[in-house]
């Protein structure tokens, strides 16, 4: 299992400001910064580290991917306290000198943008569909739900108030669906 980590303490998941760091060092890159919300890092084989590797080109120019061994000397991962979706436990990670081989770069140097940019986009298509899918599922629930349950004698299903809100929730679904359709 891979954990992704771009988000920091100071930055949020705001790229242009991610200040962790990654320098050649003989046949190494030794990467250095503190990464926040990474999740499943705790359980992790490797953690998919973004980290500036070029500090004098402009950030579409100057970032790069690492695939780190979560068992690498120098990384401290502990696990960080949400309010909610805490159903996969997120994480802290401290890189402190930490050494990988010139070869765990994804892409090559200062390439990252490209790949972030890419994959961003596929993540929220399938976040997208995921909420589509799940809306979905809530409908027929509900709508099951309203038809056995019975308040003063009658199914939930007949009173208008009730039936108006699975109508909309229905509405609301079929027009986020085209939108992700193409996705499943």
């Known amino acids: 299992m891979d954990s992704f980590s771009l988000t920091e303490p ?12 990654a320098k050649r060092v003989d046949d190494n890159w030794v990467l250095n910064g503190k990464k926040s919300l990474a999740t ?4 992790a084989d490797y953690i ?5 590797t070029s500090m004098d ?22 696990p960080q306290q949400k309010l909610a979706t805490n159903g996969f436990v997120s994480c802290e990670i401290n890189l402190d000198s930490v050494a990988v081989s010139r070869d765990m770069i994804i892409g090559g140097q200062d390439l990252g943008w490209g790949v972030l940019t ?5 993540e929220r298509l399938m976040v997208a569909a995921s909420c589509v899918g799940l809306s979905l599922r809530m409908l027929e629930y509900l709508y099951e739900y309203t038809q056995k349950r019975m308040i003063q004698g009658q199914p939930l299903y007949d009173i208008q108030l009730i039936n108006h809100q699975l109508a909309d929730m229905a509405i609301k679904i ?6 992700v359709g193409k996705c499943h």
Do not use: C, Q
Not at 40 to 43: D, H, L, R, T, V
């Open 10 to 21: 100071e930055a949020g998941s705001d790229i242009l400001n991610v200040k962790t760091t």
């Open 48 to 52: 998919l580290v973004v980290a500036r």
């Open 57 to 78: 080109k402009p950030f579409n120019h100057g970032v790069s991917l690492f695939m780190v061994p979560a068992d690498t000397s120098g990384i401290d991962i502990s």
């Open 40 to 43: 499943g890092a705790a359980i």
């Open 118 to 122: 890419f994959a961003g986009a596929v």
């Open 174 to 179: 079929k027009a986020a669906d085209p939108v």
